[in-house]
C-alpha cells in the first residue's frame, strides 16, 4: 500500500494529471460532498452513512492495492459486486434523506421571494401572544421558496386570510384543527391540521416534543420557517434549516421573524469558538472526503498497457568500473504500464519509434567485480521517463536482470596498419602508441602478440599503385581488437604515412586432379579404395603477387595424397587423409587444407 502511495504522490508531481480539469474536479467533488452532508445533517443516517463511508473507504484502499500489485482480480470482480449492492442498500436505507434532496432540488420557486409584510408578522405575533399566555400548542410553517402545497394538500384547505383570530381558534384546545400543523403563504393560511414530517436523529433532544419534532422535520426538509408554542411551557420557539432555536421572548419575535423571513437578509448567529471548531471540522471532512473520493476515482479510472519495450542502462558510481548486462540480450525487457490513459497512451507512443530509456546506478552492496541478478522491477521503478508521467510498472518481461561488473584496465599499445591484399614498407604512424581502455576480463584474455590496436587501410590501399608513398591524416582507430569491444581509445585519430610494395590478388583454381604419392615398399602390398571419386578432383582459391596468380596454369599445381606406413595396418572404415598442395613459390592456398577419405586394400600377391 505504501508503494501505492508513493506512485500516487509521484503522479501528482509529474505532467499526468492537467492542473487546471483536477482543480474543477476537486471543486465539483467538494460542492457535492458539502451538499451530502448538509443534506443529511440531524438525520438518523448521519452516523450508518460515517460507518458506511469508512467500511467502503478502507475495502476500497485494500482492494485496488491487492489487485493492483498481487494480481487478485477474483477479489477485484466481489468487490464490484459488493459496490452494486451497497448502491443499492443505500438506496433504500437512506430514502428519508434523498427524497429531502429532491424536494429541495426540485420544488424551489424560481421567483423572487416576496418581502415579508408587516401585518403577516403582526398577525404572527399577535396569535403567538395569545397562545403563549394561554399555553395553547401551537405548530405554523411559514412558506419561503419551496412550496408547501405537497404538505397542504394532505391537510384541511383553508384559503383564508391570515389573521390573529384565525390562528387562534385553529390552535384552540379541543378545536377539530388544533393537533397538527397549519401552513401560512404571504397572508393567506393555506391549510390547516396538516401531518409535518417528523425528524429523528441521534443527536436530537430526547425531551422535545412532538410538534418541536415536526417543526424541526419540516424546516429540514424544506426551506419553511416553523413557529412553535409549547403546550406545557407556553415557551416560543423557531425552527430554521433543521435548526431549533427555543425560549425566544415575545418581545424579541417580531425582530426575528423579519430578520428570517427576508429574502435578502440571513440571521447572523454569533461565532462562538464552539461555533469556529465546528466549521473547522467540516472542512476538514469535507477535504478529506473529496481527496479520498478522487483518489479511489483516480484508481478505478487507471488502465494497463503491456509489451512496451524498455533499455536498461546501468552504471557504476566509480569511474574505475564498467557494467555489461548479460541478460536480457540488448538490455531490452518488456514491461506492462499502468496509470492514466493520456500518460500511457503518451508512452506507448514514444515506445513504437524507440525503446523508453531507463538508467539505475549501482549501490554500495554491487559495486565490486562480479556477477549479479536482480529483479528486475527494482531497476525500471526509478525510471526517470516513467516517473515524469507518473507511471507505475506492473509487470517486466523478462523478470530478472543480468550484468557484470569489472574493473577498467588501461594501457598503452602500439598502433599497427592493416593493410589488406597490399603489402607496405616504410610504415610511419603518429603517435606510434596510444592508450586504450578495456574491461580487465578482455585485456587478461589478450594475448601479448595481440595487444595492439589496427589501423584499418586495407580499403584506401586496395587500388593502390605499388611504388607511391601513401599519406593519411586523422584516421580513426578500430574499436575491436580481435572482437573485443574498447571502451575508449586516446587519442582515438592518428597520421600515418607508407610505401605500397605490392599488391595480392585472389584467383580461383579449378580441375586439380589429386593423385597418389606411394613409397616403393607401399606401393608393392596396397592399393587403395576411394570413398567419394568427386573429392579427388580439387577447385580452390590461390592469393600471391598479381604476376604470379596471373600467370599460374593447372599444371604449374600437384595434389598428392601421402601413402606411408602411417595407414598400416588396412582396416575396413575409411580414414580421412591431408592433401598435400604444391604451390609455386610467391602463391598460397587460401582456406583450410583439402582431405580425402580412403582404405588401404592388401594386395593378393603381395611379398611377405
Not at 552492496?365 to 529483479?375: A, E, H, I, M
Not at 589501423?455 to 582507430?477: C, H, M, S, V, Y
Not at 602390398?525 to 593447372?554: A, H, Q
Request: glycine share 6%; proline share 6%; with cysteine.
Amino acid at each position: 500500500m505504501l508503494d501505492t502511495l508513493l506512485q500516487f504522490i509521484d503522479r501528482l508531481r509529474s505532467d499526468a494529471y492537467d492542473p487546471r480539469a483536477v482543480g474543477v474536479e476537486l471543486l465539483l467533488i467538494g460542492l457535492s460532498v458539502n451538499w451530502c452532508m448538509s443534506v443529511l445533517r440531524g438525520t438518523r443516517g448521519t452516523r450508518p452513512l460515517r460507518g458506511l463511508l469508512m467500511v467502503l473507504i478502507a475495502i476500497t484502499l485494500v482492494v485496488r492495492v491487492l489487485s493492483a500489485q498481487m494480481g487478485w482480480t477474483r477479489l477485484e470482480l466481489l468487490y464490484n459486486y459488493l459496490i452494486f449492492g451497497l448502491a443499492f442498500i443505500a438506496l433504500v436505507a437512506f430514502q428519508p434523506e434523498l427524497r429531502r434532496a429532491v424536494i429541495r432540488a426540485g420544488d424551489v420557486s424560481f421567483s423572487r421571494r416576496r418581502s415579508p409584510q408587516s401585518r403577516q408578522i403582526n398577525s404572527l405575533v399577535k396569535a403567538a401572544g395569545h397562545l403563549t399566555r394561554n399555553k395553547c400548542g401551537a405548530l405554523i410553517a411559514i412558506q419561503r421558496d419551496v412550496d408547501l402545497r405537497g404538505w397542504a394538500e394532505n391537510g384541511t384547505i383553508l384559503n383564508a386570510e391570515l389573521s390573529p383570530a384565525l390562528l387562534n381558534a385553529v390552535f384552540f384546545p379541543n378545536s377539530p384543527l388544533h393537533d397538527l400543523g397549519v401552513i401560512v403563504s404571504g397572508n393567506r393560511v393555506v391549510a390547516a391540521s396538516c401531518q409535518f414530517p417528523t425528524l429523528e436523529s441521534d443527536e436530537i433532544d430526547a425531551a422535545l416534543g412532538s410538534r418541536h419534532l415536526a417543526a424541526l422535520g419540516m424546516s429540514y426538509e424544506t426551506d419553511a420557517l416553523v413557529l412553535v408554542v409549547s403546550e406545557e411551557t407556553g415557551g416560543i420557539s423557531l425552527a430554521d434549516n433543521g435548526e431549533l432555536h427555543s425560549n425566544i421572548p415575545l418581545e424579541r419575535l417580531p425582530d426575528d421573524l423579519s430578520t428570517r423571513l427576508h429574502a435578502d437578509v440571513q440571521v447572523r448567529v454569533p461565532r462562538t469558538l464552539r461555533t469556529r471548531l465546528h466549521q473547522v471540522r467540516r472542512a476538514a471532512i469535507v477535504a478529506g472526503l473529496t481527496g479520498i473520493i478522487w483518489y479511489l476515482a483516480d484508481q478505478a479510472s487507471q488502465i494497463s498497457a503491456g509489451g512496451v519495450p524498455m533499455t536498461l542502462s546501468i552504471t557504476a558510481p566509480q569511474p574505475g568500473l564498467v557494467v555489461d548486462v548479460e541478460l536480457p540480450s540488448q538490455a531490452t525487457v518488456s514491461v506492462t504500464l499502468r496509470g492514466s490513459t493520456r500518460a500511457v497512451e503518451a508512452l506507448r507512443a514514444a515506445a513504437q519509434r524507440t525503446p523508453l530509456p531507463a538508467e539505475w546506478v549501482l549501490d554500495d552492496t554491487r559495486s565490486k567485480p562480479g556477477r549479479y541478478s536482480v529483479p528486475a522491477a527494482e531497476l525500471l521503478e526509478r525510471s526517470a521517463a516513467v516517473r515524469a508521467r507518473g507511471v507505475s510498472i506492473e509487470k517486466v518481461l523478462p523478470d530478472t536482470v543480468t550484468f557484470v561488473v569489472d574493473e577498467k584496465a588501461a594501457v598503452m599499445m602500439p598502433v599497427r596498419v592493416g593493410s589488406g591484399r597490399a603489402r607496405v614498407a616504410d610504415v610511419n604512424v603518429s603517435p606510434a602508441e596510444v592508450r586504450v581502455s578495456l574491461r580487465r576480463r578482455d585485456l587478461d584474455r589478450l594475448a601479448e602478440t595481440d595487444r595492439a590496436i589496427e589501423l584499418p587501410l586495407q580499403d584506401r590501399l586496395a587500388a593502390a599503385e605499388p611504388g607511391k608513398t601513401q599519406t593519411f591524416e586523422r584516421l580513426a582507430l578500430s574499436p575491436r581488437i580481435n572482437g573485443v569491444e574498447l571502451l575508449a581509445v586516446e587519442p582515438a585519430e592518428v597520421s600515418a604515412s607508407l610505401r605500397v610494395v605490392g599488391q595480392s590478388v585472389t584467383r580461383r583454381l579449378s580441375g586439380i586432379t589429386v593423385r597418389y604419392d606411394f613409397s616403393p615398399r607401399m606401393l608393392e602390398r596396397y592399393g587403395v579404395e576411394r570413398r567419394d571419386p568427386n573429392e579427388w578432383l580439387l577447385e580452390f582459391d590461390v592469393e600471391g603477387e598479381r604476376p604470379l596468380v596471373e600467370s599460374l596454369r593447372p599444371q604449374d599445381v600437384r595434389a598428392l595424397v601421402p601413402i606411408t606406413r602411417e595407414l598400416e595396418p588396412p582396416s575396413t572404415d575409411f580414414r580421412t587423409v591431408e592433401i598435400e598442395i604444391i604451390l609455386p613459390p610467391g602463391v598460397a592456398l587460401v582456406g583450410p587444407p583439402r582431405v580425402v577419405q580412403l582404405r588401404l586394400v592388401a594386395l593378393q600377391a603381395a611379398p611377405p
